[in-house]
């Protein structure tokens, strides 16, 4: 007879509310212990079991008992090490005896909430539902009316600007003997660069691993200087290692400046002795992923390496705040703050403002369009990544980047100045995987680029991360691949070299994949940015809004 | 793909001799449509170029209200030119075709070239406004030394409807296009040449960047540019934005439409120049394929195409006669006895350009020049 007390399991929670159920054989496990030790969160653990077989030999029943010790691998059910269904465990594996396996009745949200903390984690909006992006379908083929292009033969310039284009009226040109010749006479003429238009979009060294910042730092030097693709990768806030700011590699990288002003002591020291200027200086003011929160490095990811690269003391946790606590209206924020970058560097980089996508965009697109010194207006939506925010930050807040990309491009038509200040695009841009159909979508609906993020860690450096809120443990520093951790002992699993293959093969086959799109439409010299005539979806309401055809 | 047919002359010509070269290229265009643009005119307007010509279409309604509007704002008819009409089957007959020369109001008799060409454009857009929605009024063209003609049709049949055989109608400019009716449902103003203060193109291809040109010309802040029934309207637009609003020379209007690779910048030695123009004017590039010919307010006539342009069009005469066609045989039927040794075939960095009077035809090449 079992005891009383291990009869109440009324305050224990069952496997069914946990959104991931770990299915182990029996029949399989060798008993090997690989799972339960590198479980990132112990959701699993070797535990010894008695099994009672009653057997009966003969006619008669003569039951007998016997006992029998075993051992099991169990998932545990304390909500604080919930299995997030990473799939580590089978990974390691040997006999494939175990794999987690999503549990839709889950009500995990309604627990993890232990000791009034509320639930945070990494990754995306989980929302597996199709996104917008996903929805647009090219739509304008020319067939017959003129010869379509092949994609495989024509020559095809992908490429975008970034940086204020000064509008004709107000180039510093005269013409002189039939021939136009540049007369500045005082004219500023902002900076401007070409770049691929899908850039790498700000993950910081910290919150990504040594292994993976430098196998994406690889990448795109690579793409660069062997492919002769300007891709572009932004820092994201927290520094540059001191031999990067210092080489010519630096042209290769946008620097972010956020709230916290991590790394900016190091940036500025550095500027003597800087040989090229970087690409772009971003100045982050929202994150599509948690629109109006800050940032937060954990104690355990400042190691010393981060310590020194963003210039504090080791071990602390690095709260960045919500907003930039010095400025207090957009006058200071926007216009000073892109005024001193600017004049850091002379006036020959490009600087631009990130926002997380929102109602209130247009206020801030307009503010920029009447600044000379505005270079580009990042536009982050809320299928947009982090590595730490609240769930309901993630899941709750935030704008759908296609309308809000659609309308800021529209407001700057009415302006005259949709050349002039190229938006750029992020959230949730590959998010199903289809990285340059989205990127060409956003394109033609006004965006002079876009940014990836999310999408580079799952392809190049295979992130479990998805949107059943599988994995997400980003904040945690106990990233399974070695993606998102300072702990040595992980992110030694990740090879740099690997990482920054990957990166160039999605490049390149990103590129293919635009001339594949781009090439039917009979566009191959200029990025077709609010080509909207070549695009429909199948929602009346949606082509509506977006100011598009409905097909069906 | 529509056929196009354009001749300069020293000497006033009729505009048949353009059709009977359209003609020869009938198996390009369906007959869906004819539009004749008329520069530096004879005959009847000889004695009249300093007057501007207003030409379209009206019903009988629409033509009262033309009258009424137009003397209202104080313009005088000076001369007026009517077709005579020959009844063709397939032709729908519209009440009144016509071109009248006027005398402009009193007021503006002292006011800059300019200020007349405003003046002119604006009266243009509002007559349009006016009679859209019934299609009373249709007007082409309100310019001095200049004159349209469009109707819906095959353009052989067209010119006996209009009587152009015996017409007294010249001029040293004459361009024609062959319709071939693709994109957009047969409407008058969908049909080239287009027309807008003294610039006139047409333009053969489809002109797959439609949508962010129109959208980029129409936040330009300019009353004129406003229509764009054929996406082929923008390259009249373009050709008039850098030329008579920025003042660029012709030859950056190849520049703009189609500018060449950063690489091929970078060895020039105006790169400063081509770099801002690229960049600034990122939306005004034509991403073909397209063919576009074209004349300037000075008479100087063009030929330019895009690098996706796979067949190119053709220029080919004498001193005094150049034919500028979208095919050889068209070229051939206007201009047959001439040095085929000398004709050309601009490529993609070329920009055929005929001085006015059809003196001299020179290739700027864009890359070297």
Known sequence: ??????????????????????????????????????????????????????????????????????????????????????????????????????????????????????YKRGGRRNDPSISTLDRLKFTRISMLTDPALDAGRHEFRIRTLLGRNLPPEQLPLKEVGGKLVVDRDGIFVPPVREIYPIMIGSMSVGALSPPMWEGLAMGVTYLNEVEGMPVVMCSGEGGMPPRLLKSKFLKYFVLQIASGYFGWDEIIHALPDMVEDPCAIEIKYGQGAKPGDGGLLMAYKVLKLIAEIRGVPMMVDLASPPTHQTKYSIEEAVAKMIQSMSMAWGFRVPVYPKISGTKTAQAVLNNLARNPYAAALSIDGEDGGTGAAYNVSMDKMGHPIASNIRDCYLDLVKQGKQNELPLIAAGGVGKKGNLAANAAALIMLGASAVSIGKYIMQTAAQCFGDEYNRCNLCNTGRCPRGITTQDPKLYRRLDPDKVAERVVDVFKTADTELRKIFAPMGRSTELPIGMSDGLSIGDKEMSERLHIDYAC | ????????????????????????????????????????????????????VLSGICSNAGMEVVDEYMEKKGFTVKHSWAPSIREVKGVTRRDHYFARAYEYPAAYSDKSAREKEDLLLKTRLELRSMGQADESIIVFSFYPDVLAIKEVGDPLQLSEFFGLEDSSLKAKVVMAQGRQNTNYAINLYACHPF???????????????????????????????????????????????????????????????????????????????????????????????????????????????????????????????????????????????????????????????????????TVWNQLHD
């Open chain 1, 1 to 118: 007879m079992e005891p009383a007390s291990r009869l109440d399991h009324n305050h224990q929670l069952s496997l069914k509310e946990f959104p991931y159920i770990i299915r182990w054989r029996d029949d399989r496990c060798k008993r090997c212990g690989r799972c339960t030790a590198v479980c990132p969160v112990k959701a699993i653990e070797p535990s010894i079991k008695v099994l009672r077989t009653v057997t009966s030999e003969g006619p008669v029943p003569e039951p007998t008992s016997t006992r029998k010790i075993t051992y099991v691998v169990e998932q545990v059910t304390d909500i604080n090490r919930y299995c997030t269904g990473c799939g580590t465990c089978t990974l390691v594996c040997p006999n494939e005896a175990i794999e987690p396996e999503l549990n839709p009745q889950n009500k995990f949200l309604h627990f993890k909430n232990k000791g009034g903390d509320a």
């Open chain 2, 195 to 361: 027309f807008i203060q003294g610039f006139s193109t047409m333009t053969n291809g489809e002109n797959t960047a439609f949508v962010p040109i129109r959208e980029y010309l129409m936040s330009r802040g300019f009353q004129g540019y406003v229509g764009y029934n054929s996406d082929s309207e923008v390259f009249t637009h373009i050709l008039h934005y850098l030329v008579r609003q920025l003042g660029y020379p012709l030859s950056y209007y190849k520049h703009v439409i189609t500018p060449l690779k950063s690489s091929e910048i970078e060895k020039r030695e105006d790169r400063d120049v081509l770099d801002l123009l690229k960049k600034s004017m990122r939306m005004l590039c034509i991403d073909g394929p397209n063919c576009i010919i074209g004349f300037t307010p000075g008479g100087t006539c063009f030929m330019v195409q895009d690098s996706k342009k796979l067949r190119p069009g053709m220029v080919g005469g004498v001193k005094g006669r150049y034919a500028l066609m979208s095919e050889e045989c068209g070229v051939d039927s206007a201009v047959p006895a001439r040095d085929r040794s000398k004709d050309i075939f601009p490529m993609k960095y070329d920009m055929v350009v005929v001085s006015p009077g059809a003196e001299e035809v």
């Open chain 2, 1 to 52: 793909m529509c056929r196009l047919a354009a001749i300069t002359s020293s000497e006033y010509l009729s505009p048949m001799e353009p059709i009977l070269a359209l003609e020869t290229m009938k198996e390009g265009h369906d007959g869906s449509g004819l539009g004749v643009m008329m520069k530096d005119l004879g005959g009847e307007f000889e004695g009249l170029k300093d007057f501007p």
